[in-house]
């Protein structure tokens, strides 16, 4: 079963930039994917090397240093991403989201200063949402930013945060007014050379064992007011609300190319393997479920596409994205693991593709929002 080419609609005209990323994940990513599971983290310099041939910041204005390019340019690189089966690289974070935080409510000066610095890969970028009584409550945060003369002094702490042992900027949600509720939120940047910024140890996970997921530590940190992102407090939770669905459609981005790979991994694995003296692929229990999966993942990609295609226009919605979030990753869950069964004991190896893609498709239910808080979303327009 092939993976998605670059004749549907959203990405017609996208096949050199295709190629493009699926060389440097092949070469760039699939060398290193076992070193990268055990030390936690990718190298540094991952990063510059992605800036020098154009991959970052794809859908940033040329103004700012981007790549001037829309967010097809992006599904189509976490597409490729998923394809090569690598987990660690947190590029989808840096573009697909911080990026656009600061473009869509960092002032002028800001933008002209951080965002050539995300395109070149000269900084990494984290966002820090969670906290460790919090998850998905976003309105619970503890982590405050208490205004004093031009500075904000920040104290609290993050955890399960993507690119944070890398990261040089985090986008943090604080609350500037405790007493508010979601109208206390406010997003603020803080560079991390700045006193008072610690980072914590690289958490150990199920999955996603090669990405810097790390604790971050905010005492006493001071950053200038101008660091926040807006026009004035407050406004952090409806600038999360704005932005989170082109987060969860990312998400479903990688959950519907991963659930195409696993379905093309084991249909090579089962033509290949012999059992009782014939294809394993040749046992009717086999070309079921695959049969069944191949479905799944066409009526995933069909979905998916429709959302993208609306996103491009403006018009994909909270609860749209809620939708094809949910969807596509309680999918690729389930898509998986009956591929995986179809590997039999050397699906539950780690050195197979498919046994890492199980761990790691076991947290597309829970980031950017859990299952059960999409469904929240959803009931709330029925």
């Known amino acids: 079963m092939p993976l998605p080419t670059p004749n549907s609609a959203w990405g017609g005209q996208l096949a050199d930039f295709r190629e493009l990323a699926r060389t440097f994940c092949q070469r760039e990513l699939v060398p290193n994917a076992a070193r990268w599971s055990e030390q936690k983290h990718v190298e540094r310099e991952l990063w510059t090397k992605a800036g020098e041939v154009g991959l970052l910041a794809l859908s940033i204005p040329e103004e700012y240093g981007g790549g001037g390019g829309t967010f097809a340019h992006e599904a189509v690189l976490y597409e490729e991403q998923a394809r090569a089966g690598d987990s660690a690289w947190g590029v989808a974070v840096h573009n697909g989201i911080v990026a656009h935080y600061l473009l869509a409510y960092a002032n002028e000066d800001k933008k002209k200063e951080w965002l050539p610095k995300l395109a070149s890969g000269e900084m990494v970028a984290a966002i820090g949402m969670t906290e460790p009584g919090t998850g998905s409550d976003l ?96 406004q952090g939770f409806v600038q999360m609300m704005q932005q989170l669905p082109q987060e969860r459609l990312i998400i479903a981005v990688t959950a519907v190319a991963g659930m195409e790979a696993a379905i093309e991994r084991t249909l090579a694995y089962t033509k290949e393997r012999t059992a009782f003296g014939r294809p394993v692929f040749s046992f009717q229990n ?97």
């Open 139 to 234: 309105q619970g945060i503890k982590t405050r930013a208490v205004r004093d003369g031009d500075e904000y002094v920040i104290n609290g702490a993050k955890t399960f945060i993507t690119n944070g042992g890398l990261a040089d900027l985090i986008v943090l949600a604080v609350k500037t007014d405790p007493d508010a509720g979601a109208h206390g939120v406010s997003l603020v940047a803080v560079p991390a050379d700045t006193p008072g910024f610690r980072r914590g140890r690289l958490l150990d996970k199920v999955g996603l064992k090669g990405q810097d997921t790390a604790e971050l530590f905010f005492d006493d940190v001071r950053v200038p007011v101008a660091n926040l992102l807006g026009d004035a407090e407050g």
């Open 286 to 382: 086999t070309k079921f479920t695959l049969a069944e999966a191949a479905t799944e993942a066409a009526v995933a990609r069909a979905f998916l596409d429709q959302c993208i295609e609306r996103h491009l226009r403006g018009e994909l919605d909270v609860q749209g994205a809620a939708m094809v979030k949910l969807w596509t990753t309680e999918r690729v869950n389930k898509v998986v693991d009956d591929c995986l069964q179809l590997f039999g004991g050397y699906g539950y190896m780690t050195e197979y593709p498919i046994a890492r893609a199980w761990a790691d498709a076991r947290i597309n239910r829970i980031f950017g929002g859990t299952s059960e808080i999409m469904k929240e979303i959803i009931s709330r327009t029925l």
